[in-house]
């Protein structure tokens, strides 16, 4: 069993104050990646993409899933599992708390070394980059999934505070259409995710029953380059915890 990495500074420190603290829905993606932890080491990941960072806890563990049993072909790229996790989040205060995280688990794993947090607007501080090279081994959502008034998301992503991580529109899935819709941005009749998401790679999403999250999982294979399914089912309190697994086909 991969411990939980060290979070209690989350939630202390007035400094983190609008940083979304490890909750169920978090543990529910820490599960399914240790699941599957098989699955990604086998695919030797190079790099790893997280979405809204938050406390850091999903990127930290995941380098301890990886560090559990390096596969060959990372060790000879040097380091333990030789993958590089860019931790995304519009909130400096996120990127903060994930630094620290990073670093406090350190002595578990090198993920100080290997967790990158960058400031951006869900993928938009590397699409200019990645989009042409579909270099995304794996990426990980845990998105604003609450169902809310537009307005009400809109206000809170411009805020960028604590209210950002649970506002997610109407359906709750606003930030996810931008992600998995083919006409959600300029990519030649492709979605985003199959735009940036590497042969082979990986997605893990986080979703509530409000959600539809079989109907997020039709939406995905819709295309003929993803394969997906649900991965774990959840209950926690009134919510019921959802996690999808999206393939891109492809070697």
């Given at each position: 069993m991969?411990?939980?990495?060290?979070?209690?500074?989350?939630?202390?420190?007035?400094?983190?104050?609008?940083?979304?603290?490890?909750?169920?829905?978090?543990?529910?993606?820490?599960?399914?990646?240790?699941?599957?932890?098989?699955?990604?080491?086998?695919?030797?990941?190079?790099?790893?993409?997280?979405?809204?960072?938050?406390?850091?806890?999903?990127?930290?563990?995941?380098?301890?899933?990886l560090d559990g049993e390096a596969s060959p072909s990372a060790v000879k790229r040097g380091g333990t599992s030789g993958c590089l996790v860019v931790a995304l989040d519009q909130?400096?205060?996120?990127?903060?708390?994930?630094?620290?995280?990073?670093?406090?688990?350190?002595?578990?794993?090198?993920?100080?070394?290997?967790?990158?947090?960058?400031?951006?607007?869900?993928?938009?501080?590397?699409?200019?980059r990645l989009a042409q090279k579909a270099s995304i081994d794996v990426l990980l959502f845990n998105p604003p999934y609450v169902p809310t008034t537009d307005e009400e998301e809109a206000q809170a992503q411009s805020q960028r505070g604590i209210a950002s991580s649970w506002a997610g529109g109407v359906l709750g899935t606003r930030l996810v259409d931008e992600l998995v819709s083919p006409d959600s941005a300029d990519t030649k009749g492709k979605s985003l995710l199959e735009e940036v998401l590497a042969p082979g790679g990986l997605f893990y999403l986080v979703a509530i029953a409000q959600n539809n999250p079989e109907g997020l999982v039709d939406r995905l294979k819709q295309s003929s380059l993803l394969d997906a399914e649900i991965v774990l089912k959840r209950r926690a309190g009134r919510e019921h915890l959802f996690i999808i697994r999206a393939t891109k086909i492809g070697t």
């Open positions: 991969i411990p939980t990495p060290d979070t209690s500074h989350v939630g202390k420190e007035p400094a983190y104050r609008s940083v979304y603290e490890p909750a169920e829905d978090t543990f529910a993606l820490l599960d399914a990646l240790e699941a599957d932890a098989e699955r990604i080491r086998a695919r030797a990941p190079r790099l790893c993409v997280e979405i809204g960072c938050g406390s850091g806890v999903v990127s930290a563990f995941f380098q301890a899933v909130n400096e205060s996120a990127l903060r708390c994930t630094a620290e995280t990073a670093a406090r688990n350190s002595s578990r794993s090198s993920s100080s070394r290997l967790i990158e947090p960058v400031r951006s607007n869900m993928l938009s501080a590397l699409h200019s």
